[in-house]
């Protein structure tokens, strides 16, 4: 089967850093997506990460591990716009790529 | 460059009537998606066309959903009749292939009463 699995909810300071996981049981990985969807908008990206390692991007990081399942994200310096949903997402397949969406992490920043 | 457009923005209907949603991708992107994302929820895929073929619609309820991209371009998602657990929102994106970052337009709140 195929799951994925993150947080629902989570609180944070604003200033500080803040981690979110996801783990992930599929067949045929190819790799995982992170979005950002504040409330009553659209999904944008953040992140996508192919192979093993860190991957940082301005006040935001993304991890990968494929062996053990696990990415996160990592946001620094938090800003009360990072308020939001953070959705991991994971690919499979070889010809016909099927993304597979988790709940979404809703980060709460507190001043 | 324009993003992903979609319309109307809201709707409201009663049960058992039809809805009809409208969606253009980002030009030049083969590959289109239709997701469902109730409140809460991660988005749940529908339906997803590469060009004007479709690629996976295993989640999509038959019975009552269509949907068509007929010049490999636009592509509409009907809902006939709509049932109260149909009210969400409907999410349309366009991504250049399918293995890329997908890019979602404002999406359709749909209000079923």
């Known amino acids: 089967g195929q799951n994925i699995d993150q947080p629902t909810e989570m609180t944070a300071t604003e200033g500080a850093i803040v981690q979110i996981n996801c783990t992930y049981q599929?067949?045929?990985?190819?790799?995982l997506f992170w979005y950002q969807q504040h409330a009553g908008e659209a999904p944008t990206f953040l992140s996508y990460n192919v192979l093993d390692g860190l991957e940082e991007k301005g006040r935001f990081s993304s991890f990968l591990s494929r062996s053990k399942g696990y990415s996160y994200l990592l946001l620094k310096e938090l800003q009360m716009k990072d308020s939001a949903s953070y959705l991991c997402a994971v690919t499979k397949g070889h010809s016909n790529y099927q993304l597979i969406w988790g709940a979404g992490t809703k980060l709460i920043i507190k001043p | 460059e324009a993003g992903v457009a979609q319309s109307p923005r809201y709707k409201i209907i009663e049960k058992r009537q039809s809805v009809a949603f409208w969606c253009n991708p980002i030009?030049?992107?083969?590959?289109l998606y239709w997701y469902q994302q109730i409140l809460g929820q991660g988005p749940k895929l529908l339906i997803q066309f590469q060009n004007n073929g479709v690629v996976d619609d295993s989640q999509l309820p038959k019975d009552r959903f269509s949907a068509e991209r007929l010049k490999g371009v636009d592509s509409t998602l009907k809902i006939q009749p709509a049932k109260l657990e149909d009210s969400a929102v409907y999410l349309c994106?366009?991504?250049?292939?399918?293995?890329?970052?997908?890019?979602f337009g404002p999406g359709t709140r749909l209000t079923v009463l």
């Open positions: 994106a366009s991504s250049f292939n399918q293995a890329g970052e997908q890019f």
């Open positions: 030009s030049g992107h083969a590959t």
């Open positions: 599929t067949s045929g990985f190819n790799g």
